[in-house]
């Protein structure tokens, strides 16, 4: 038989069992996370800084209404001192819907907040649970140094931004640099803000815990802090998609979901799967 592997490149196992199913918890985690989030933020669209809120405060950064005009019911999202019409989209939405996020971003799609936490905080657990048994096991295997960036990755750090720009990819055993930040940027970064900021909204925790309250700076900074991560994990999400996508996405969701990916041809990258 013919040896194809000079021109498709040989495949490799690169993605450990473990790995791929924390992926995949992750992903589904994250996924009612957010929607359930959005349920919980309808609840009181408003985001501030600092320990407390309310009508003798003027500390909002952030606050989606719903106002009466002549034209009728519209949508208005202020963020610091601008102000947008969001309406259709945020604020008010479909048939004169009255809520922050519409009903099909949010879980559940009527507005039900008991039923939202549950929800939320039954994912929160299991993202928690996943990530303390991936972080040990990584520590164990050796899998943590594939995500720190050395010297060198750094140093290579101009041209693989540029082999990017150009959508020039090599597929190779280990993460490239680009990688390597992104994915120790999720994992050691927002995801843990993430879970502490979501902790400090907790009044029982705050009990346990109540100098992780003056590192946000406050109760209300906490919840701005959690959104903002939350739309970072998103913009994160939306580019790992378009890089799978540019990348060669039989390739990618192979090694996702088997293991096994197809490395480079001796002879230069090829951009199949």
């Known amino acids: 038989m013919p040896d194809t592997t000079r021109r498709h490149g ?20 994250l996924f009612f996370l957010m929607l359930t989030g959005l349920q919980i933020f309808n609840a009181h669209p408003v985001l501030y800084l600092g320990n407390e809120s309310g009508f003798g405060y003027d500390n909002a950064i952030l606050r989606i209404d719903a106002v009466e005009t002549a034209a009728g019911l ?23 819907d ?18 939202g936490r549950v929800i ?3 994912f929160a657990w299991l993202l928690v649970g996943t990530l303390a048994i991936w972080a040990t096991a990584s520590l164990i295997n050796g899998h943590l140094r594939d995500l720190i960036p050395t010297l060198a990755d750094l140093k290579s750090l101009p041209r693989d931004m540029a082999a990017h720009a150009r959508l020039r990819f090599h597929h190779t055993a280990r993460y490239n640099v680009l990688q390597k930040l992104a994915y120790a940027g999720v994992l050691f970064v927002l995801l843990p803000l993430m879970i502490l ?50 990348a060669g996405p039989l390739n990618e969701l ?7 990916y197809r490395v480079d041809p001796e002879g230069g990258p090829r951009h199949d799967a």
Request: aromatic share 12%.
């Open 197 to 246: 900021t979501g902790l400090s909204m907790s009044p029982s925790f705050n009990a346990t815990a109540p100098w992780l309250l003056d590192i946000f700076g406050g109760r209300q900074t906490a919840r701005t802090i959690h959104f903002a991560v939350m739309v970072l994990l998103v913009g994160f999400f939306l580019i790992h998609m378009a890089m799978i996508l540019a």
């Open 74 to 96: 519209r949508g208005v999202t202020t963020l610091g001192g601008l102000e947008f019409d969001t309406t259709g989209a945020l604020g008010v939405s479909g048939d004169d």
């Open 254 to 260: 192979r090694s996702i979901i088997t293991g096994w």
């Open 98 to 115: 009255v809520r922050a996020f519409p009903a099909w971003a949010t879980i559940p799609s009527t507005q039900s907040l008991a039923t």
């Open 10 to 29: 040989a495949l490799i196992y690169r993605q450990r069992v473990l790995t791929r199913l924390t992926h995949w918890t992750w992903a589904v985690s």
């Open 120 to 122: 939320h905080f039954f």
